[in-house]
């Protein structure tokens, strides 16, 4: 079954009362960005960071209204338009940057794939030299949580079809806001 946002925010928040700091922990170490050298570091991190993209009202809280809105985040910052609205037009070009320089597999995308793509812009976003150091940290930590949200169900990679499907959801739950 393809991703949508809502299935995305019914995985993390368990018990169906906004995803809170805790879930966002589970979450991360669920889907592998615990593990290995600096894994708690890394899951400290990408949690602050999730809060900060996405908590609008500053309770440290997730609403659903909050992903909504700014679910965008989430996916590549190439897939945008002027206007700051997801741009299907785009999908094709930002798969094609992705699977760019890759030799086999080229259908589809996985975390390390992703990483590599993100790490460029969240080195540019950085700003200290310190929060530049751990650009590889963040960016592995963002595909994760990318992937777990374009991918099919059960899926550890996407296809251009999973990311057409993820960007029509997610204008669709933002037009169903308004
Ligand atoms: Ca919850
Ligand atoms: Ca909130």
Request: charged letters at 35%.
């Given at each position: ?7 995305f ?148 990679v ?16 933002v037009?169903?806001?308004?």
């Amino acid at each position: 079954m393809r991703a949508t946002l809502r299935r995305f925010y019914e995985r993390i928040d368990v018990d169906q009362n906004d995803i809170d700091e805790g879930e966002i922990r589970t979450y991360l170490k669920k889907i592998g960005v615990g593990d290995g050298f600096l894994g708690a570091r890394a899951v400290d991190a990408a949690t602050s960071e999730i809060l900060r993209i996405l908590d609008e009202s500053a309770d440290r809280r997730i609403q659903w209204r909050e992903l909504v809105l700014g679910g965008k985040k989430l996916l590549p910052a190439q897939l945008l338009d002027a206007e700051g609205r997801l741009d299907r037009s785009k999908v094709g070009d930002v798969f094609e940057s992705i699977v760019g320089k890759k030799k086999k597999n080229r259908d589809q995308v996985d975390a390390k794939d992703l990483a590599k793509v993100m790490e460029p812009e969240i080195r540019k976003q950085a700003d200290s030299p310190l929060k530049a150091m751990f650009a590889p940290m963040a960016a592995a930590a963002a595909a994760k949580v990318a992937i777990d949200a374009i991918a099919s169900d059960g899926e550890k990679v996407f296809t251009r079809e999973d990311l057409y499907a993820i960007v029509d959801d997610i204008n669709r739950e933002v037009d169903a806001l308004s």
